[in-house]
Structures are given as C-alpha cells and as structure tokens.
C-alpha cells in the first residue's frame, strides 16, 4: 500500500489576492485504492507564510508538507 499524500497542505491565492489553506485527508478503502477529501479553510491571509503558520498552529503541519500546486 502506498503512503499518504507528502503534501496534505494546499495553498492557492485567490482572485481577489487573498491565501487560502486547503487541507488534504487521504483514506484508503478495502482495496488499497487512495480516497482524497479536501477541505478549504474559511480563513483569509495576506501572505502564503500567514497560512503556514496557520497550519502548523492548528493541524501540526511539518516543513515539506506543503503545496502550492
């Protein structure tokens, strides 16, 4: 079975210039095939660094756990 998603963390600017955190949870069903929920934050930042530190506050995110793809 392969690991989990190395980048459960997504960060995207959206139109109006805002950072949003989007947050990956890889589960795996009886076969072993990967399934992939993705939650977006309702919070705003300013700066990709705001939302990392975002993450690290509030879900324990580790450095290469992010994505911005």
């Given at each position: 079975m392969?690991?989990?998603?190395?980048?459960?963390f997504l960060i995207n600017?959206?139109?109006e210039g805002n950072y949003r955190l989007t947050v990956r949870e890889t589960r795996?069903?009886?076969q072993g095939y990967?399934?992939?929920s993705a939650h977006l934050q309702t919070?705003?930042?300013r700066t990709?660094?705001?939302?990392?530190?975002?993450?690290?506050?509030?879900?324990r995110a580790?450095?290469?756990q992010f994505t911005t793809k």
């Open positions: 392969s690991k989990a998603t190395s980048h459960p600017k959206d139109v795996y069903n009886s990967p399934l992939i919070e705003l930042f990709a660094n705001e939302a990392r530190s975002f993450a690290k506050q509030n879900f580790e450095a290469g």
